[in-house]
């Protein structure tokens, strides 16, 4: 089966720009999460959907940030104006429904968010 | 509220070493704990978890890790190293049966040296 696909893997803008990150989980995936990873710093939680649901947006940083997701499937996050201080790799990963058993998350390879 | 620490950013071995890479976490509710690899220019691979059970777990690649409540950790370990191991590691910790958030810790990067 298809992992998770990220796009673009790499993405280069200006201070000021608008800039959307995509997201494909695996099929029939219902939770979709994002995180991000600063330069020298951990893998932190961004938010999480339960099919189209925000289940958990607690770690966005602020109101710049927007993540949708259409019809429970793909997911965009959009960072509108983009600060220096946005820089990082974006992950997004996807699980089966809990059931209470550690359904494990799988990730994607990431994008490369670079703001000049 | 969870939190992990691993100690030790940078871990050197020799091919065909003992490697162990130290993780400690902390959480108010019984944890489910996860180790993921990666890669360079790949995402996070799945390496191991550990859910209820038995305390010891086995994953892929030849790794394992032993969940030990009293000491709050869950180290990570390999009899012996193989160039392909290279890479770097993640602990991270979710709380069970509620909130499915991953927590991680910092992660080690690993050098195997022939």
């Known amino acids: 089966e298809a992992g998770v696909t990220q796009f673009p893997s790499h993405s280069v803008i200006e201070k000021g720009q608008t800039v959307t990150l995509r997201c494909d989980p695996i099929?029939?995936?219902?939770?979709l999460y994002w995180y991000r990873r600063v330069m020298g710093k951990e893998i932190k939680f961004l938010l999480h959907?339960?099919?189209?649901?925000?289940?958990?947006e607690s770690g966005m940083p602020n109101n710049r940030f927007l993540a949708e997701r259409t019809g429970g499937t793909y997911s965009t996050l959009k960072v509108q104006p983009a600060e220096l201080e946005d820089s990082g790799v974006y992950f997004c990963?996807?699980?089966?429904?809990?059931?209470?058993?550690?359904?494990?998350?799988?990730f994607g390879d990431g994008t490369r968010l670079s703001i000049l | 509220a969870q939190s992990v620490t691993q100690l030790g950013s940078h871990v050197s071995v020799s091919e065909g070493a003992l490697v162990l890479l130290r993780c400690n976490y902390s959480?108010?509710?019984?944890?489910?704990l996860f180790w993921y690899v990666q890669y360079p220019n790949q995402g996070l691979q799945l390496l191991l978890k550990?859910?209820?059970?038995?305390?010891l777990v086995k994953g892929i690649n030849g790794f394992e890790a032993e969940f030990k409540k009293s000491e709050t950790s869950f180290h990570l370990t390999k009899p012996s190293a193989h160039m392909s191991d290279a890479a770097e590691y993640f602990c991270a910790v979710s709380a069970s049966r509620s909130n499915y958030k991953l927590t991680f810790g910092k992660g080690t990067l690993l050098t195997v040296n022939p």
């Open positions: 550990y859910t209820t059970g038995a305390t």
């Open positions: 990963a996807s699980s089966q429904a809990h059931r209470g058993d550690g359904q494990p998350q799988h």
């Open positions: 959907f339960v099919k189209e649901s925000k289940q958990d």
């Open positions: 099929s029939g995936h219902d939770n």
């Open positions: 959480s108010s509710v019984p944890p489910y």
